[in-house]
Structures are given as structure tokens and as C-alpha cells.
């Protein structure tokens, strides 16, 4: 594949910059961001049409035109939840706040062959259904689309109940995995090198169990406030419960960025960044294989081991390196894509089943969702992806009652993850009333998990930690733009994946890398 010789890049990449940056942009274009090689290494840089700054990992900001359109890092803007409600999706980036934004923004662009030249950040109320927009949206930098629920409850747990804190999500998998009984000097990549996520420590007792039962629980696209304000509301008694003999924080986990899917599935179960763990969205490009990659598809979900880098390790790996085999699972993953090295996994199921269309080609197998016991209000069924989203679910639900058979078969950790609330949430936006259903559908089913390990008499005996990949803002269907005719008239070639992430192509020629 050619690439642009270095300097050619750099000119290119400026004119983009400042085609995208003008004004009449702002509507779609909350942010252009890339990063430069510096005196000490890679600087990420951030415009739009208010000026631009350059973010350094040290936190300074250095305004290099006009005003800073990244004043604010805080990842506790907007709380209490009342003041994000009050203030939906700000139409200003100086009024926004983009946590860790330099550390995310580099990591981003970390890697050799597919990270892009530029990325675009949508505006918080970009409507955009032509491009593949919904009325509820995420992927972006900011603290709202970032802001990803973490409740923590059980045993290792310190019970806090709802503390004024955060995270980050690449704090979640090293967590896990010292809560299922890896050794610190254990947690590291493939070369030994340290993880970009650590052990939130300050959360967990000191004494841990010689024989952890743990099991993690992603709830796709779950709003934290909202979350959190319906659990205190008694809306949702399981997260209630959970919160009960644990903890959560109300400023959540904050998201890799982009906040999408499958990029955040990845960086909680490797404790890694985009940048060196390789999914680096929903879609991207390869550079150096030619190939459009999209692994968050029901069609791709069972290939997504593809694309990870040499270096990472799955929690799934790490703790079947410290647990001995036996005869049942050490480790389980259930409906969750990034599930290398699981003993059990719904995506082994699917590949094994000689499918060529992954989980979109079993439909037929799946369970009625009109039967679905779990469903608040059936009228959301007519949506596709939340009746698709129930069956799923519910199945999950299934194997998590078939793995924990009994106290002797519990894995030593599982995974279990739920896309029922990222189909209300894009459906309808936060706060809206199939968002609030999904909420319920999805508390319902930890509900019936929990009253079956009450069954078994072992609830008191397991870890839970409950997060999501991403938050949710809504798209206001007034907010339309689209950037596509700036790049186009630029008139050099380019392809924008996603839509947001750009690269800048060479013409046929020699490879200029």
C-alpha cells in the first residue's frame, strides 16, 4: 500500500485541519484531533473552529490559536446528574468537559497501520441517521458519551455505597483479574510490558479469598446517571443490591476513546488502550493488509480474536495462567466478543456451529422475544435491534444459569454481557422511555441471576462487577451537517471510516513509508 511521504502528510493533514475547523462545520464538528511528533515524543492536538491547543500528557495546555477548545478535563463534570439533565449535550466545546483527553487522543493514534491521520468528533447532537446516526449517540471524547457506569459489590469489595469518584474502563480488566486471584508482578502484556489500566485498590479489602468466584457483567451503552438516579429510586433493584454490598461511582469509568463498542469491549477485558490493543472502532482501515475492517457486526462478532495485536493478553488468559485445569470452566465469557483464551465462550459456540454469518446467521435458533419473561413493555419489540437484543439476552441468561449449575462448576471468573441497553439507548436517547425499559429488562435478568445463586446459597460468596463500554447523549434531529464535501473538495483522496476517522490516501505510486 503507498503512503504519503512525511511531509506531504503533514501539509495534507494541515489543510484538512482547517477545512474542517471553519465555522459553518460547527453544527457536526465538535472537534479535529491528531497528534504530531514533538521534541520528546507524540503530542496530541485538538482544533476546531475556535482555536486550536495542543494536550500534553502532563495536563499543560498550550493555545496555539484563538481560545482553548478543551478548557475543561474534569470527569466529573455535569454531576450531580441533575445538572447534566439540565443541560443535555452542550453545544460548545468550551462548555463540555473530555477527560484524559491527550492520554486517550495518543493512544488512538498508537498504532503503525491503523490508526488515522485525523479524527473527527461529532458534535453531542449530531443527527446524522444518512452516515449511520441514531437518536441516541456515542463515540465521542467527551465526559457524557465517555462516562460509563462501575458498581463493584461483594466479597473483596469495600462497602461505600455511592461515592463522588471515577475510573477508567482500563482499570476494569486488571481489577478483575487481581479480584480472581492474579499476582501484580502477573499483570503485564504479552512482552512484560505494564498494562495502561491498573488495580482500583482503593476499593478492594485487603484479604481476598483463596478461591474467587467473580464475574463481570457489561450492560452495552448503560447510562450511568441514569442508571445510578433509578437504582436509588428503587426502579432497579438488582443494581440496588448490588450497590447495597458494594459500592459505585458516580462519576463511573471513563471510556477509551472513541467511546464505541467494540474499541471498549477490548480495552476492559486487556486493560490496554485502542493503541496497542488494535480495535480501533467499530470500523476502521488497515493500512498494510488493504482491508476495511468491521468487527462490531453480528456477522464479525465471532472473528473479533482476529484482529488483536501480538502483545495482548485477555483476562481470560491471565487467569488461566494462575488456575489450575479441571473438569469444569476456569474462565466463561457469554455473548462478548473479545473472549480469547475462555475456557467457555458463546463466540467458541458460533464458530464451532460452522455458521460463515456469525451470530447473524442463527437467528432461527434464538428464543421468541415475545416470550421473554424480561420484557417491561412489548411495544419496544417492534424495534429490530431491542427484539434482537431481548433473544440475545435472554440466552445469556441461560448460560449463566447452566454454568453456575452448581457451587463445584462456578468459573473462577466470567463475563456477561448485555446489549439490550445499548438498543434503547440508541433507540430513543438517555432518559427516554425504551432507554428506561432496557434498564429494567436488563436489571430484571440480573434479578433472576442472582435469586438463582441464592438458590445455590452462594451470592455471598461471589465478586460482581457491573460496568457498560460507553455513555449515551441524544442527537437533536435539528443538528444536521456533515463534513463529507469539505473533505471532498480538498481534492486529494482520503477515506473517512466510521464516519470520524479519516486517512489520508497516497495516488498510485511508490511507497513513500
Known sequence: ??????????????????????????????????VEQGTDGPVALAANHLGRVRLHADGRHEVLEGQDPVP????????????????????????????????????????????PDLAIVHTPRHWF??????????????????????????????????????????????TLAALAGVPPEQLHDAHGEPLDGGVLT???????????????????????GELLAMAEAGELPGVARLIDAGLALRGGAV??????????????????????????????????????????????????????????????????????PRDTPRTACVDEPIERGADYSTMAVIRASGSGNGAAGLGELLPD???????????????????????????????????????????????WSNVVTDAGHHAGGPRSEIARASLRDADARLRAFLAHLDTLGMTDDVTFVLTADHG?????????????????????????????????????GPDHS
Open 472 to 508: 449515551f447523549e441524544a442527537a437533536d434531529e435539528a443538528v444536521t451537517g456533515s463534513w463529507r464535501q469539505a473533505l471532498d473538495d480538498l481534492g486529494f483522496p482520503y477515506r473517512d471510516e466510521g464516519p470520524g476517522f479519516v486517512y489520508l490516501m497516497a495516488e498510485e
Open 369 to 415: 422475544p415475545h416470550g421473554s419473561g424480561h420484557v417491561h413493555d412489548r411495544a419496544h419489540l417492534d424495534d429490530g435491534y431491542y427484539s434482537w437484543a431481548t433473544q440475545v439476552d435472554d440466552v445469556g441468561l441461560q448460560q449463566m444459569t447452566q454454568l453456575f449449575a452448581d457451587r463445584r462448576a462456578a468459573p473462577r471468573f466470567t463475563w
Open 129 to 174: 441517521p444518512d452516515e449511520g446516526g441514531h437518536h441516541g449517540e456515542h463515540g465521542s471524547l467527551d465526559v457524557i458519551q465517555s462516562r460509563a457506569p462501575l458498581v463493584m459489590s461483594g466479597v473483596g469489595v469495600r462497602r461505600l455505597g455511592l461515592v463522588d469518584d471515577h475510573a477508567r474502563l482500563v482499570d476494569v480488566g486488571p
Open 72 to 115: 475543561s478535563e474534569d470527569p466529573m463534570a455535569f454531576l450531580p446528574y441533575e445538572l447534566e439533565c439540565a443541560n443535555p449535550g452542550p453545544a460548545r466545546s468550551v462548555d463540555n468537559a473530555y477527560p484524559y483527553a491527550a492520554a486517550r487522543i495518543l493512544s488512538l493514534f498508537a498504532d503503525p497501520t491503523r490508526s
Open 1 to 34: 500500500m503507498s503512503r504519503l511521504h512525511p511531509a506531504e502528510l503533514i501539509a495534507r493533514r494541515e489543510d484538512a485541519v482547517k477545512a474542517l475547523s471553519q465555522p459553518d462545520l460547527a453544527a457536526a464538528v465538535d472537534l479535529v484531533v491528531w
Open 255 to 324: 471510556a477509551q476513546f472513541p467511546s464505541i463498542t467494540l474499541t471498549n469491549h477490548t480495552s476492559i477485558l486487556t486493560g490496554l488502550g485502542p493503541g496497542r490493543h488494535g480495535v480501533l472502532g467499530n470500523v476502521f482501515y488497515d493500512r498494510e493488509t488493504g482491508e476495511r475492517v468491521v468487527p462490531n457486526d453480528a456477522s464479525t462478532w465471532h472473528r473479533s480474536g482476529e484482529w488483536l495485536r501480538p502483545a495482548v493478553r485477555t483476562v481470560f488468559e491471565m487467569v488461566s495462567e494462575v488456575v489450575p
Open 202 to 224: 482503593a476499593y478492594l479489602e485487603g484479604e481476598q479469598p483463596r478461591e474467587p468466584v467473580v464475574v463481570g457483567m457489561l450492560w452495552d451503552g448503560g447510562h450511568c
